[in-house]
Structure formats: C-alpha cells, structure tokens
C-alpha cells in the first residue's frame, strides 16, 4: 500500500471518528461501518477530480458529511428496528411530496410512495443475505431528505416510463401524433403568417438558418455555467429565480449573468457570420434586427394562438 | 443599443429554444436512446449525485464535471431543477462555500478601486476636477474685472490717502477743538478696533492718525464697526455723509483744516496722478504702490497681501480724510435723489462703497437702453455734469 492511500485511510478514520462524535449516538454505530462510507465519498465526490487533493482537503470533505443523516441510514441498513421507525416517521411527509409533485396526479403518487419504501427496505438479498437497499448509495455527501426526494423523482420517471411503454398502443400513438400536430401547430401561426404577409418569407431564408447555426454553435462555445443558464432558462422555460437556486446563485447574479451571455453570444455569432459566412458587418447587425423583428411577432402569434401567453409572460417578465 | 442587441439576441435564443423543443417534441421515441435507460444508470447521474448536486454540496471540479453532463441531459437537469427548487434554500447561502466572498477590508478595497467601479468613478471626479478648475477659473476673472472695474473710483482715494497724512500732522488742533471727551474716547476706541484687525498694514498708523484727526466719523461708525469688520467703516470719499450728529463737528474740523487740505490736495492730487500714469490701471498695482506711504505696510506684507490690504487702507483713509471733503460738497436733489458733489462726481447719498458699480458712458448703447428704461436716470444725467453714480433699484451705475 502506498504512502498516499495509508495517509487517506488514517485521514478517512480520523474523519469518520469525528463524524460519530458529531453524530447522535442512540443507533450504536460502529466506526467499522462508517469508514468504507466515508471512503467511498470520498473517492467518488473528491478524490475522482483531485487525486491529489491536500490532507486538509481531504479532512474538511470528511467533516461536511451529514453526520446524524448517515448514521440512520447505516442504522437502518443493520436492520435497527427503530432508526426505520424514525426514517419513515421523519421523511414519510417528504416522500409524500416529493412523490406528488414527480408523478403528477394522486394515484400514481401514492404508487410511487408505496414502492419507494420497499425499494429501500430492499427487496432483493444481497450475497451476504441482507436485503439490498437502495439506502446502500447514500454516501451522506447531500442530505437524506434531498436524496430521498432525488430517489423518489427518479422511481417516479422511471415508471412514468414504463408505463408508457406498456399502454403505447394504437390509438396511443394516434393521441400522439394529435399532439404533435398540436406541438407543430405553434408554427402553425407564423406558416399561415407567412402565407398572410410576404415579408415575413425572410425568415425561411438561408440568412436565418445560417443565423441559427452561428447561434448554436456559439452556445456551445459557452463555458458550462453559461451553457446551464441559458439551458435552463430558454430551453426549460425556468424562471430566473429558480435558474439561479440550481446555479446556487441569487436571482441578481442569474440576471447578470444572462446580461453577459447576451453579449458574448452576439459578438460570437456576429464572428461567425463573417469569418465563415462572409457576411459583412452591416448585413449582420441588419440581419439581426430583422430576424428578432419577425421572430418576435412569430412568437406572439404562437401564443396568442395558444391562448398561453397571458400565463408564460409573466415568468418571462422576471 | 446595447439593450436593443441583447433583445435581438434574446428573442434569437427563444427561437432557437422553441425550434429545438418543437423538434424534441416531433421524435416519437422520447429524447434519446439514452432515455429509455433507467436514471441512475451509468448514464445519468445517480440519486446522491443529483441531490448533492441540487443542494450544492459538491466540490468545486466535481460539480463542474457533472455542470458539463447536466447540460447535454435533459432529464438529469429536470430532475435537479426539481430537487433544487423543491429544496428551495436561499441561493446566496448555499453558495457561499463556493463563491468567491469578499470578506477581508483589503479585498473590499480592491473590489471598491476595481475597475469595473472605477469606469464610472473616473469620468465623474474628471468631471468634478473639471467643474472645479473652471469656477477658480472664473472666479479669478470676475476678481480681476471687479478690481478693475474700481481702480477708477479708488484712485480718488488713493488721493486723499496723501490728503490724510497732511491733516494726521496736526491731530490735536482738530480733535481737541471739535469734540468732547466722548467723542475721544469713541475715537480711540476706533482706532484700537482699527488696529486690531488690520494690525500688519499701513492703516494702523493712518487709521490712529485719522482717528485723531477726524474724531467726528469715527463715533458715529462705532457701532458699526463693532459688530462688522472695522474695515468696513472705513467710507471713500463719495461715500454718504456721515450721520447729522457728527456734522457739526466734522465742520469744525474742516474750517481749521480746509487750508492746509486744499494746499496739499492739490500737490497729492499731482502726485497721484503722476503715480497712476505708470500704472497699468489695475487697482492692485496702484495699492501696492501707494501702500509704501505706510512704513509698516511694504515692508513686512507680500505682494498678494499688499494688493489686497491696500485698497481698504486706501479705503479707510480716503474715508477719514473724505469726511472733510465731504463737508465742502454741495448737494442736490434731483428725481427724488440726493447728490454729492465729492471730487468732481456726483454720488448718490445712497451709495455705499462696497457696492459694486456698472459703468456707463454717456451716448452708448448701454447708456441708451438705461435711460430708456428708467426715465429718471436720464434726467439725473442731464441735470448732473460729469461723472455721477447713482444707486437706482439695488444697483449702482457710474455714468460719465
């Protein structure tokens, strides 16, 4: 064994030491149990991305586990009838909710609920005869209720999925093409706008395909954290606000942020257009105004039409 | 502009989004193959990956890792952007163990001299230095134009400075004769505010020995100058008479002067004259150079000083010494307005010295337009030869 992995096993032994001595005590859990936990946190959240990461490093990563979290969940994979009495007392009201919000209407909810307990009771034995619980990928890194909350969203997709699979049938697939018509019927409006008003013909021309290339093409030159933004908030239809809690930053920050993105996207695509495209600066910036001109009308005649947009401007407002 | 751009580019962005989404959409198959693999499959992020993720609990390389794959994942990122609004805890303080927090006065510093402040505080100090040198700037020139505009009305003092030397010569023939033992004392109470306030010019000396001279004003300007600085008592030559209490003795003082006045006048007057020619026309100048008559005065005072002490020296000089002349003048009334006759100009007995005067010559434009205005002046200019100031609506008008 390495020099490297006999300082991580002590550092990961001093830390799990010190997260029993933060932790509750009442489950009697043994520091034989908590250091592969802590390890495979370690390993899997730090290690992976800095190998190299200092002692300190390595005790603060530790010290931040969820320490009273991990010894009920560790408690509840020895099979301690009364950390499960406390698990479901203290999180059946999260994954309740969790449940309803995931699945979407009552039933499946309760579906979902239901199936969730037994998915980390653990239906099926492992090889040394105990139930394989999904509690077993808790590495106390988050909190027991966000990652009950993850599992539960999960399980609900999961057989949103399959269920979906299962009543696929004919008049399924007739429901959704009814659907898809109803999706392409948001260009529905701008065709027949088209059709109305010639001028808006511009915006099938090749300019405004080659617009669109540049543009995506600089969104993908975007740092992650821009890319993120701009996914969540144009493509996911999130509000700033909310944008900013999955950034784990402040709705100011968020707005900012888009602020700046804005400009380096245009100067981006204004590069684009004329390094590769051959477009002069004039045609860009005319180009430009003329695409978001009939590009903004396309967009409130999609919703007027819709009947929608009274409830989406108001997010966009923010 | 730049609004207008970010709009443009924004409204691109919608486009875009809901062209993809209709695409996404139009597939039957949902997304991708990928999709139809359970979440939490080595595809996807896992559950612990997800909510540490939505509860910003990971280090900073880690999280980046799994920023690239939340961007290209439809359902990963839907997932966390449930978990993390559910979650629903304030941004600024999940982030804070990640965010780089201004906390030390020397990073605040830096962040306050950044340059991103700076861009909008330099532009407003160049203002402000700007706004700044030009008032000094006109200000300067006002100053110059005002003591320009008096030197004409001060060389009559500078007159009569000569003249008050002359009449300090016999101090006790006049003081004795014309006043009381109160009228004394409130001279010398005169002189020693005098002195106390412009204790490094020539006016101590002028000043106590016109006190002494001419005791007559001084009780009158007490008062005044006790609650004023005393240089202001100091009146030049066409300033108003004095009160009628000190007019008797002002007289008196003037009968047994008037010889010895009219004598050395007419020298002064010589002299004066003789001194203005070299000089470029500013008052400054003539100060500093009449000031010398004191032997306290050049000496121990710098040039700007001296500019500046001179012409109330003068000033309160011409003002002691004026108060004889003033006894000769005759006066009229015209247009409900009192006259002086001091020095071959008719001054308004309204007028006061520290007032500022507007010059205006007879048969110009300016002349024209005033009388025009303000009838009255015009018949005052008519009926008065020579210079007359007259102090009409607050403001002060020398015609000549």
């Known amino acids: ?318 | 502009m730049k609004q207008a751009e970010n709009n443009e580019i924004e409204i691109l962005l919608r486009g875009l989004a809901q062209r993809e989404q209709a695409a996404a959409n139009a597939q039957s198959v949902p997304q991708s193959a990928k999709a139809d693999l359970p979440v939490g499959t080595s595809t996807h992020l896992d559950a612990d990956e997800l909510s540490a993720y939505a509860e910003n609990a990971l280090p900073l390389a880690t999280r980046a890792r799994y920023t690239a794959h939340l961007v290209d994942c439809d359902d990963c990122r839907k997932i966390v952007s449930q978990l993390s609004i559910a979650t629903g805890r304030p941004a600024e303080a999940r982030s804070a163990g990640h965010e780089t927090v201004v906390s030390t006065w020397s990073e605040k510093l830096a962040a306050l001299l950044s340059p991103r402040t700076l861009r909008y505080a330099m532009p407003a100090l160049v203002l402000f230095a700007v706004i700044a040198v030009g008032f000094f700037v006109l200000r300067q020139q006002k100053e110059a134009s005002l003591v320009a505009q008096r030197s004409a009305e001060n060389s009559h003092v500078a007159e009569t400075q000569a003249e008050s030397k002359q009449l300090a010569t016999s101090p006790a023939q006049s003081g004795t004769k014309t006043s009381g033992n109160e009228e004394q004392a409130g001279s010398q109470k005169h002189a020693k505010a005098t002195s106390e306030t412009d204790s490094k010019t020539s006016e101590r000396a002028a000043g106590s020995a016109g006190a002494a001279a001419s005791p007559t004003a001084a009780p009158a300007k007490d008062k005044e100058s006790s609650k004023n600085e005393p240089v202001a008592t100091a009146r030049p030559s066409y300033a108003p008479e004095p009160s009628p209490s000190a007019k008797p003795t002002t007289e008196t003082a003037r009968a047994e002067t008037a010889k010895v006045a009219d004598e050395s006048r007419e020298k002064e007057k010589a002299a004066a004259r003789k001194k203005e020619a070299d000089k470029t026309g500013a008052f400054a100048v003539t100060a500093s150079k009449d000031a010398p008559a004191s032997p306290q005065t050049g000496s121990t005072q710098p040039s700007a000083r001296k500019a500046k002490a001179a012409p109330s020296n003068a000033r309160l000089m011409g003002g002691v010494a004026g108060g004889r002349a003033d006894d000769q003048a005759e006066i009229r009334t015209i247009a409900g307005r009192r006259f002086r006759r001091q020095n071959g100009a008719w001054v308004d007995t309204a007028y006061d010295s520290s007032q500022s005067t507007t010059n205006v010559a007879r048969g110009s434009d300016q002349y024209r337009a005033l009388i025009a205005d303000e009838p009255d002046i015009r018949t005052i200019a008519e009926q008065l030869s020579g210079q007359v100031i007259v102090v009409w609506k607050g403001r002060a008008y020398r015609i000549h």
């Open chain 1, 1 to 318: 064994m390495s020099e490297r992995s006999l300082q991580i096993e002590k550092l990961v032994a001093e830390g799990a030491q010190r997260l029993l001595a933060r932790a509750d005590d009442r489950y009697s859990i043994d520091i034989e149990a908590v250091v592969p936990r802590a390890r495979a946190s370690l390993d899997k959240y730090l290690l992976r991305d800095a190998q190299d990461a200092s002692a300190k490093a390595i005790a603060d990563f530790l010290d931040q586990l969820q320490a009273g979290d991990l010894c009920l969940v560790l408690a509840c994979e020895r099979g301690d009838p009364s950390a499960w009495s406390d698990l479901v007392e203290r999180y059946s009201t999260t994954v309740r909710s969790a449940a309803r919000s995931a699945a979407g209407n009552e039933d499946a909810a309760e579906d979902v609920a239901q199936s969730i307990w037994a998915e980390l009771h653990g239906l099926r034995l492992r090889e040394d005869g105990r139930p394989a619980s999904k509690l077993a990928y808790y590495s106390g890194r988050g909190s027991l209720a966000g990652w009950l909350r993850a599992v539960v969203t999960q399980l609900a997709v999961d057989q949103h999925r399959k269920q979906s699979r299962l009543v696929q049938t004919e008049e399924d697939a007739d429901f959704d093409r009814l659907a898809r018509d109803g999706v392409n019927g948001k260009e529905a409006p701008a065709t027949a706008r088209t059709t109305l008003n010639p001028e808006n013909a511009l915006s099938d021309k090749q300019e405004r395909v080659e617009m669109e290339k540049a543009l995506a093409r600089s969104i993908k030159e975007l740092a992650d954290e821009d890319r993120l933004l701009v996914k969540l908030y144009y493509f996911d239809d999130l509000r700033l606000r909310e944008a900013g809690v999955v950034l784990g930053v402040h709705e100011a920050t968020a707005s900012r942020r888009l602020a700046r993105i804005h400009v380096e996207l245009r100067r981006s695509v204004e590069n684009i257009l004329i390094k590769d495209c051959g477009w002069t600066k004039t045609e860009t910036e005319k180009s430009f105004a003329e695409l978001a001109l009939h590009l903004e009308s396309d967009i409130e005649l999609l919703l007027a039409a819709e009947g929608v947009a009274r409830d989406k401007s108001p997010r966009r407002a923010d």
